[in-house]
């Protein structure tokens, strides 16, 4: 299991951009498929986007499309959601998630796919 620490959280405005940072604790990072969900107060949980090990087809929510980004860079075990446009529906908890191969080059924005968890960080949207 992988330590995830998720960083660039914050306050900002609507319209405003941010980029959130998953960096783990180990190499093997590379050979995971990796996800951002998200967590607003009185909401579930939701998959927001992923990015397989190969990173060429990524799965992004319809409610971010266009809008949100995520990448990887590999030689430093981070994964990246860059975030523009914001909403202050976007408002929540962000969490970043991983899971090992078998990678079968997509991803999904399912849960329970997901064995390592980050401890999240907040981003608020707001005037």
């Known amino acids: 299991q992988l330590q995830l620490v998720e960083s660039g959280g914050g306050l900002v405005q609507p319209g405003g951009s941010l980029r959130l940072s998953c960096t783990a604790s180990r190499f093997t990072f590379r050979y995971h498929t990796v996800a951002w969900f998200r967590q607003a107060p009185g909401k579930e949980r939701e998959g927001v986007s992923c990015i397989p090990s190969i990173g060429l087809r990524t799965n992004t929510a319809v409610s971010v499309k266009g809008r949100f980004s995520i990448s990887r860079d590999n030689d430093k075990n981070t994964v990246f959601l860059q975030m523009n446009s914001l909403k202050p529906e976007d408002t929540g908890y962000y969490f970043c998630?991983?899971?090992?191969?078998?990678?079968?080059?997509?991803?999904?924005?399912?849960?329970?796919?997901?064995?390592?968890w980050g401890q999240g960080t907040q981003v608020t949207v707001s005037s």
């Open positions: 998630a991983s899971h090992g191969p078998p990678d079968t080059g997509t991803c999904t924005l399912l849960e329970g796919q997901y064995r390592d």
